[in-house]
């Protein structure tokens, strides 16, 4: 399994957190080691959006799977 396939995969598994609070997340792309993601639903709007993504997601990519990954909020075109 490549990198990217091991980084979607937890984050499918991290997904039903987002889930329960109304929110949700989409896997925009990655570019090297960089995750580009989009939070939507009440995780779109939430002031703690980059937390979410930082302390939660990023830091669990990073334990899990790769300390070198990190982790981008998608910005729309």
Do not use: W
């Amino acid at each position: 399994m490549n990198l990217e396939e091991q980084v979607k995969e937890k984050l499918d598994a991290l997904r039903p957190m987002l889930q329960a609070d109304g929110g949700d997340l989409e896997f925009v792309k990655m570019e090297g080691k960089t995750v580009f993601l989009k939070l939507v639903g009440h995780c779109g709007s939430c002031p703690y959006a980059l937390l979410t993504l930082k302390e939660g997601i990023e830091s669990a990519l990073k334990r899990e799977i790769d300390p070198e990954l990190a982790v981008e909020r998608a910005v729309e075109a």
